[in-house]
C-alpha cells in the first residue's frame, strides 16, 4: 500500500515550479515534443516530480512518435492510479501518481506489446534517476 502526501495548495506551489504546479495540480498539458524526457535515452527510474515514486522504468519506455515519454507499463501496477477522464470533448483514462495524486498524463490501448498500452506523460511530471551500476 502506498502512503499518501498531501499537500496545501500553498505547500505544492512553493514546491513545485509554475509549469509543474500546472500540469501535476491542474491537469494541464505540457506541449508534444517540448519536454525534456521525449528523446531522453537515459537507463534508469523516471520518479514522479513532486513526491519521487518512483513510476516508471526505462526499460519499458519506447519512441511513440506522439511527442511525448511513452511507457508500455508503470514500474508496479499500485504506484499509477487511473481515473476516467471526459475533459476537453474526449474520454480517456487519466494516469496518476498513486502517492500524491498528481497528474501524468493518460494511457491509451494502442501501445506494443505484450502489455497494449502507451503511458503517454508530461515530462514535466517527471524527474530522471539514472541507475546505480
Not at 72 to 85: E, F, G, L, N, R
Request: hydrophobic fraction near 30%.
Amino acid at each position: 500500500m502506498i502512503e499518501k502526501l498531501s499537500l496545501s495548495e500553498a505547500e505544492w506551489r512553493t514546491r513545485l515550479s509554475p509549469e509543474q504546479y500546472h500540469v501535476l495540480r491542474e491537469a494541464g498539458t505540457e506541449r508534444a515534443f517540448t519536454g525534456r524526457y521525449n528523446d531522453h535515452k537515459g537507463d534508469g527510474l523516471y520518479v514522479c516530480a513532486a513526491c519521487e515514486l518512483p513510476l516508471f522504468d526505462s526499460a519499458d519506455k519506447y519512441d511513440s512518435g506522439s511527442g511525448w515519454p511513452s511507457f508500455s507499463q508503470a514500474i508496479a501496477p499500485d504506484h499509477v492510479t487511473d481515473h476516467h477522464d471526459a475533459s476537453h470533448g474526449m474520454i480517456r483514462i487519466e494516469s496518476r501518481c498513486a502517492r500524491c495524486d498528481g497528474h501524468l498524463g493518460h494511457v491509451f490501448p494502442d501501445g506494443p506489446r505484450p502489455t497494449g498500452l502507451r503511458y503517454c506523460m508530461n515530462s514535466v511530471s517527471l524527474d530522471f534517476r539514472p541507475r546505480e551500476q
